[in-house]
């Protein structure tokens, strides 16, 4: 989740550099974007597998930077809470079996750290959200320490002003508010990332968000959405 930072402190002129240098970067992008040839090539399939890190009894267990360490692989990034992981695969290109070679590299890489952390006595578990989570396992002591995670919350809590809040309905009601977004990492994730032809990119956008209301609706109940 992105290259961490030096300060959680800002001034006035550092939101002036801040807002200087994010024109800047669009206007690059939009040139870039505008070059002949740009985003062109096989279209190829990537992924995002976020995972929970469990104790023997199926608890959050906050072990993500150890683990990382542990690892020492450059495609696997730190997430909100200290009990969170993300992989990044590999793209792979749509023609040469991209399914299955996602397949063997989740299982290659989640075999490696399943080894590194019944080292530690845990588990990591790739689900959407985990059943035993309770109300103690969020809050500030479960967000990972890292600056950019802290000032991340510090910037959505003034710009918002009130407290982030659930409000679920159904058979079991939830209601909670909370004083930082630590609730993020109750919800997990496998994210499939299509690269298409630039001049196909509208079309295939429309048609991914008109079958996904679908898609979720057949996987409501799926332990890995």
Not at 37 to 53: Q, T
Request: hydrophobic share 45%; aromatic share 6%; glycine share 6%.
């Amino acid at each position: 989740m992105g290259t961490d930072i030096h300060t959680v402190q800002f001034d006035a002129d550092d939101y002036r550099r801040f807002s200087q240098q994010l024109e800047a970067n669009l206007q690059r992008l939009e040139a870039r974007l505008a070059t002949p040839g740009f985003g062109a090539g096989p279209a190829s399939l990537g992924a995002e597998l976020e995972l929970y890190v469990v104790d023997p009894s199926g608890r959050p267990a906050h072990l993500n930077q150890e683990l990382q360490a542990a690892a020492d692989d450059e495609q696997l990034t730190l997430e909100l809470n200290r009990y969170n992981l993300e992989y990044n695969l590999t793209p792979v290109a749509v023609a040469a079996n991209p399914f299955l070679s996602l397949e063997e590299e989740i299982c290659r890489k989640l075999g490696t750290l399943r080894a590194l952390a019944a080292q530690q006595d845990a588990q990591v578990v790739p689900i959407g959200i985990l059943p035993t989570l309770r109300r103690e396992d969020f809050g500030p002591a479960c967000m990972t320490p890292k600056r950019r995670f802290a000032a991340l919350v510090a910037q959505l809590i003034a710009r918002r002003g009130r407290h982030f809040t659930v409000n679920i309905n159904g058979l079991h009601p939830l209601q909670l508010a909370m004083d930082d977004i630590t609730l993020e990492g109750a919800n997990t994730s496998f994210q499939v990332h299509y690269r298409v032809a630039p001049e196909r990119f509208a079309d295939v956008f429309n048609a991914i968000q008109a079958v996904t209301p679908l898609a979720l609706a057949v996987a409501g109940n799926s332990p890995t959405l």
